[in-house]
């Protein structure tokens, strides 16, 4: 099939397959995407006069029937076709003719991917917001639940003081909505359009970009050109460190788990049917799940760090290294997205045991609550630290195992209530709303 560019001279075939590489993969990632970002630069098209009402109407209608393609998992980018962008043109032009070639005007592949990546990662990110507020309900709704269970904490991974499950289910919880801010400001630098920068300097036509801003339903432009196209791998990894940030509270999470669920600890139990066996060892039930979660998000992490190698040594214009950053980005969404959903089973399913501090081991960590209340009642600290000091070296220590932590965020002040309403305002500052109204209004026309 001949290229969209491609004059009459015909490219190696060898050339071709290492230059176009996974693209045709990573594009079905970006395709509903490109056929709205399509929709709204033909409407602005029309409005300066380079389409006419009635093409636009027939590409609009074309465009519709593509998206359900997309939507429903049918879309596909033929052999012979190198990306998205062509292989939609090109069922245009299979369609409507020489109407189907007038689509491009103003725009260049460069603009077009940005676009794409960025539509793509607004969705993406809302699906995540989604995942991330439903796992911090279920932390905080067991932490209230398990509040008053406690647990050894540690330090060195020695014990140290006393902990709950209120505690360790909330500090999760709490991690997780600082993420989401992180996710905020990624995504407002996200949510700002470059389409009309096209290569990268502009267009001669008097493209209308405020229009298109407004029909994607973006908060802002790009507005200068140069910096659009230097914004590809600048966003990608400015979104992956948001993304890094999720995935280091999920792996941590994750090794909690998996440590606390070992018969060394025994502090949480996880369901049968939430483990794997061994092909060997009859009594094994693996926390495989956690550990999968943790590699996984550990993977995550080296995002940025990814695509900072693929771009940090270019100058400013579009180079194809770009391309690579695909295959580094866009299937880290879905990754991260199975890895919340599959947490959040595990949390809401895990059972916790009740009786840890029973065992005698555990006494010692409230050797600081004995030196507290001698020095509320009057001893220095030094000298009260010494002298629990000197009964735990001569065995005479005898732990009071009542705890009376009442200072905010402690054991007996969780301040779960508060972490739910950052947790909801951090949710509002993203205005989901918007971008929805404007994608529904494309693709319904109404």
Excluded at 349 to 360: A, C, F, T, Y
């Amino acid at each position: 099939m001949t290229k969209l560019w491609q004059k009459n001279s015909r490219i190696d075939k060898s050339v071709e397959r290492f230059t176009v590489g996974k693209d045709r993969e990573m594009d079905l990632y970006l395709a509903k995407a490109d056929v709205l970002g399509s929709m709204a630069h033909i409407t602005m098209l029309e409005s300066i006069g380079l389409l006419t009402s009635s093409e636009l109407r027939e590409l609009l209608t074309e465009l519709r029937t593509i998206y359900r393609l997309a939507e429903s998992g049918r879309f596909v980018i033929e052999e012979g076709v190198e990306d998205v962008h062509s292989q939609v043109e090109w069922m245009l032009t299979q369609k409507l003719g020489d109407t189907g070639k007038k689509i491009h005007s103003g725009r260049s592949r460069n603009d077009q991917v940005l676009l794409d990546i960025k539509l793509f990662t607004r969705d993406a990110i809302q699906d995540l917001v989604g995942r991330i507020s439903s796992l911090i309900t279920v932390l905080l709704a067991q932490s209230n639940r398990y509040k008053a269970v406690l647990l050894p904490g540690y330090t060195h991974l020695q014990i140290a003081m006393p902990s709950s499950f209120g505690l360790w289910f909330g500090a999760y919880a709490e991690s997780l909505t600082d993420d989401l801010q992180l996710l905020l400001a990624a995504y407002k630098i996200c949510n700002r359009n470059p389409l009309g920068s096209a290569a990268g300097y502009g267009s001669s036509f008097p493209l209308n970009r405020t229009m298109t801003t407004d029909l994607l339903g973006f908060d802002s432009m790009n507005y200068n050109v140069v910096y659009a196209q230097m914004g590809r791998g600048k966003l990608e990894r400015t979104v992956g460190f948001a993304l890094a940030g999720i995935a280091a509270s999920l792996s941590k999470l994750a090794y909690d788990a998996c440590l606390f669920n070992s018969q060394n600890f025994g502090f949480i139990k996880l369901p049968e049917e939430f483990t794997t066996g061994s092909s060997i060892m009859p009594h094994k039930k693996n926390p495989d799940v956690f550990e999968l979660t943790r590699a996984k998000c550990n993977l995550i992490q080296a995002i940025p760090q990814q695509i900072t190698l693929l771009s940090n040594n270019l100058p400013s214009g579009y180079f194809r290294d770009m391309q690579i950053t695909k295959e580094v980005f866009l299937p880290a969404f879905g990754e991260l997205s199975d890895c919340l959903e599959m947490v959040s089973l595990m949390m809401q399913s895990v059972e916790v045991n009740e009786k840890i501090l029973d065992d005698e081991k555990y006494s010692l960590i409230f050797s600081v609550e004995k030196v507290n209340n001698l020095v509320l009642n009057g001893t220095p600290f030094r000298d009260a630290y010494k002298q629990v000091g000197l009964e735990i070296e001569a065995g005479n220590f005898i732990p009071d195992k009542e705890i009376k932590h009442t200072h905010e965020g402690s054991i007996g002040n969780l301040c779960n209530e508060e972490i739910a309403k950052l947790k909801e305002n951090s949710i509002r500052e993203f205005r989901f709303e918007k971008i929805n109204a404007a994608r529904d209004k494309l693709i319904t026309g109404k």
